[in-house]
């Protein structure tokens, strides 16, 4: 097994209305850049993965995302990054796992508001 | 009756739907997030808060809670499941109800008395209302604006399925009495089957003058009446 870090966009669906994209936009405008035509605001979810190879991991950061990290009434989702995690030298010896290797995976919160 | 109010970490309108419950006359009982087993109980509460924080997006992780491994089959075979606030944004990601609750169209937490239209009386949760009444109940929500895509809002209102509608003092539905944005002024929602329901505002909340509307109280006694017990009977100044 190897480690991979994997960046995924969760991004409101095309006509779904964007109130906080609405809110910056109108924002931007009174800031002076009226060249603005569009903002839709989503947020940025960054996971670490071990698995077998680049592909398996994409493959389960796809069900993830299906299953509980995008709503898709509402949103759609892209895996930007996928790449094998350069710190980590091997294979299989890694169920002794690093210290490192917990307690990230609740990024999502960063823009959850208060509801 | 036994209803079940169920508590998620960060619940916090547990103890109003509990009470509410007890004061038409049925017997609630707690369950948390963590416990299993329906066995016996007639109906199904997820009551308004914060459950997890929101993290994510309001409801997307309390859906996946143990005890929704029970209240999804019970759902499924008819048993009678309410969500109130957060209740609903659970039940919408839990896909009991179609759509999605996004965040409020002027960015506002909205905490506030509303009027609401009752579209059915049909239900086993409205009919103790009037056909077309006007009722006044408190909502507080980030994310109460409800969307669908069009084909499902087409089959909402074809099929007769949106319960309540938030409209102005002569019981119209225009954009001004519209709190959050949600399309078509929805406030709540009956799935096809017509035993779960999910609403943004807080009928729990409107049991007492004393507090200023008593509006709720029929939504209780409703679920109550249809389930068999004896709704009514002890309303006035019950469950203290």
């Not at chain 1, 993830?64 to 294979?91: H, Q, W, Y």
């Not at chain 2, 009678?80 to 759509?99: D, I, S, Y």
């Not at chain 2, 409800?146 to 003092?169: C, K, M, P, S």
């Not at chain 2, 943004?200 to 049991?207: D, K």
Request: aromatic content about 6%; charged content about 25%.
């Amino acid at each position: 097994m190897k480690r991979y870090r994997l960046e995924i966009r969760v991004t409101p669906r095309p006509g779904i209305l964007d109130p906080q994209g609405k809110a910056i936009h109108h924002a931007l405008h009174s800031l002076g850049w009226t060249g603005v035509d569009d903002v839709r605001v989503g947020k940025a979810i960054h996971l670490e993965i071990e698995a077998e190879s680049e592909e398996a991991a994409r493959a389960e950061a796809t069900t993830m995302c299906e299953k509980l990290l995008a709503n898709p009434v509402t949103e759609d989702f892209e895996i930007d990054r996928v790449e094998a995690d350069a710190t980590d030298s091997g294979d299989s010896k890694s169920d002794d796992q690093g210290p490192d290797d917990q307690g990230s995976d609740d990024q999502g919160s960063e823009d959850a508001e208060q509801g | 009756m036994r209803v079940a109010v169920v508590t998620f970490p960060g619940s916090n309108c547990d103890y109003d739907l509990y009470q509410a419950v007890k004061q038409v006359g049925g017997n609630p009982e707690f369950r948390w997030h963590r416990d299993r087993g329906l066995d016996g109980i007639d109906a199904v509460m997820l009551s308004g808060g914060f459950s997890y924080g929101d993290y994510l997006r309001a409801g997307a992780i309390a859906r996946f809670s143990p005890i929704m491994e029970d209240v999804v089959p019970f759902a499924e075979t008819g048993g009678p499941v309410v969500g109130v606030c957060n209740g609903f944004q659970v039940l919408c990601e839990a896909g009991l109800l179609p759509g999605a609750l996004i965040r409020n169209e002027g960015l506002r937490f909205q905490s506030e008395d509303c009027r609401m239209r009752v579209e059915r009386t049909d239900t086993p949760f409205t009919n103790r209302y009037e056909q077309g009444q006007v009722i006044r109940v408190p909502l507080a929500h980030a994310e109460g604006n409800y969307r669908a895509d069009d084909e499902t809002l087409a089959r909402l209102e074809g099929e007769n399925l949106v319960l309540f509608r938030y409209v102005d003092a002569d019981g119209e539905a225009t954009p001004a009495s519209n709190p959050n944005g949600s399309t078509a002024n929805i406030a709540g929602i009956l799935n096809e089957r017509g035993n779960v329901m999910g609403m943004m505002p807080h009928p729990e909340r409107a049991m007492e003058s004393l507090l200023g509307s008593t509006d709720g109280v029929p939504l209780f006694e409703s679920l109550v009446a249809s389930l068999g017990g004896r709704a009514g009977a002890d309303v006035v100044g019950a469950g203290r």
